[in-house]
């Protein structure tokens, strides 16, 4: 009976379920930690036009209250939005594409692989130039980050799919879009879902750079303004709320992703320290 029971195994745990002190309380400490190294050495080693987290803090409720701060994270939220949602149609249909029909995947893998591997920012200022100094460019940026990595990620969903599906699906007679978008698209969907997580870091990068370059009305062209007029707190204000909406759009993502996909579980690394518990080898099997 002893050879069967479980035991608790003094190990650090590499995957397991989430927790709140690995995914929230572990985030935070390193945070504040940083935070204040940087206020340590703000006040005492670096020149003095170095912003400081408490003069941040200091300038956040002045930066948010005004309906400029709302507009333009409204204009850069809802392009990033739009972008995200038109790549990854785009992006899946492409993807679907790429997996499953060898010769296309011959033909257009290379090409998405590369462009995908290279820094798009690089292709920024193109698009400024051939699109002109408007909102079209931004989104088309914006567009152009998603697609690649879900494009990628799908395809390789797609390809990887397991000939048992295909099989029960001709048993049934299923129809060839039944095929594309009732099996080999599910199949596919936790990784195409894992390109939009990357793709989101993608489109808030090209998103901000357009509105840079291009001047273009949003929290991009705000935090480009305040540094140039030295308000160096302020630009660190819209440099933190970029970072609380990429968090958010990604934290959506993955709760969507647990939706559409429960059966798909990702393992995460936990808090350090935790345990878990491991089954005992049976003695004589």
């Known amino acids: 009976m002893a050879a069967d029971d479980r035991r608790l195994t003094l190990t650090r745990a590499v995957g397991g379920a989430p927790s709140i002190g690995g995914h929230v309380l572990w985030p935070v400490a390193a945070g504040l930690a940083l935070a204040l190294v940087w ?5 005492f080693r670096l020149p003095a036009y170095v912003p400081r987290p408490t003069g941040v803090v200091a300038a956040f409720p002045s930066v948010v209250t005004t309906s400029l701060f709302w507009a333009d994270a409204l204009s850069t939220c809802s392009a990033i939005v739009e972008g995200v949602v038109v790549g990854t149609v785009v992006g899946a249909v492409l993807g ?15 090409l998405v692989r590369s462009l995908y591997s290279m820094p798009l920012i690089a292709l920024v200022p193109i698009m400024v130039l051939w699109l002109g100094y408007t909102q079209t460019a931004r989104l088309v940026a914006i567009v152009v980050a998603v697609v690649l ?3 990628v990620s799908t395809s390789d969903g797609a390809r990887l799919l397991s000939p048992d599906f295909l099989d029960v699906g001709k048993v049934f007679g299923a129809r060839p879009h039944q095929v594309w978008f009732g099996i080999a698209l599910p ?9 939009v997580d ?3 870091g993608r489109a808030f990068t090209n998103g901000v750079a357009v509105e840079v370059l291009a001047s273009v009305t949003g929290l991009g062209y705000q935090l480009y303004d305040e540094a140039q007029s030295l308000r160096d707190e302020v630009s660190f204000v819209y440099v933190m709320a970029l970072a609380v909406f990429a968090i958010a759009a990604r934290t959506g993502v993955r709760m969507l992703s647990r939706k559409l996909a429960p059966w798909y579980r990702p393992r995460e690394p936990s808090a350090p320290g935790r345990l878990r518990r491991e089954p005992a080898p049976v003695v004589g099997q």
């Open 96 to 110: 679907l594409v790429m997996g499953r029909v060898r010769e296309v995947g011959w033909l257009l893998a290379p």
């Open 39 to 43: 206020e340590l050495a703000a006040r």
């Open 149 to 151: 990595p879900v494009a």
């Open 198 to 200: 990357i793709g989101i």
């Open 187 to 195: 199949a596919a969907l936790p990784q195409l879902l894992a390109g």
